[in-house]
């Protein structure tokens, strides 16, 4: 288990799911959300992220193959200058 990795998607849970209880306690109530509503929902996005990150998620062989194709990849393509001929 690596402690770095449990915290880093504790934390992408947290602004997750701090973000979507705002917006559906805004939807749904039609009121702004409070701070008490808010904090559980980041709650339970931070346990939730937390325990995904504890399980050790790897993203799949060919996730991974596409991922290093995408960042070694220097070709660029010809970019046009000037102005357009009508």
């Known amino acids: 288990?690596?402690?770095?990795?449990?915290?880093?998607?504790?934390?992408?849970?947290?602004?997750?799911?701090?973000?979507?209880?705002?917006?559906?306690?805004?939807?749904?109530?039609?009121?702004?959300?409070?701070?008490?509503?808010?904090?559980?929902?980041?709650?339970?996005?931070?346990?939730a992220g937390g325990a995904l990150g504890f399980t050790g998620l790897t993203l799949p062989a060919d996730m991974g193959k596409m991922l290093e194709s995408l960042q070694t990849d220097s070709s660029e393509p010809e970019m046009k200058t000037g102005f357009p001929t009508f």
Do not use: C, K, N, R
């Open 1 to 47: 288990m690596d402690t770095y990795t449990v915290a880093l998607f504790g934390l992408i849970g947290l602004v997750v799911a701090l973000i979507l209880t705002g917006g559906l306690v805004s939807m749904i109530f039609g009121e702004e959300p409070s701070l008490g509503q808010l904090g559980a929902g980041a709650a339970a996005g931070a346990a």
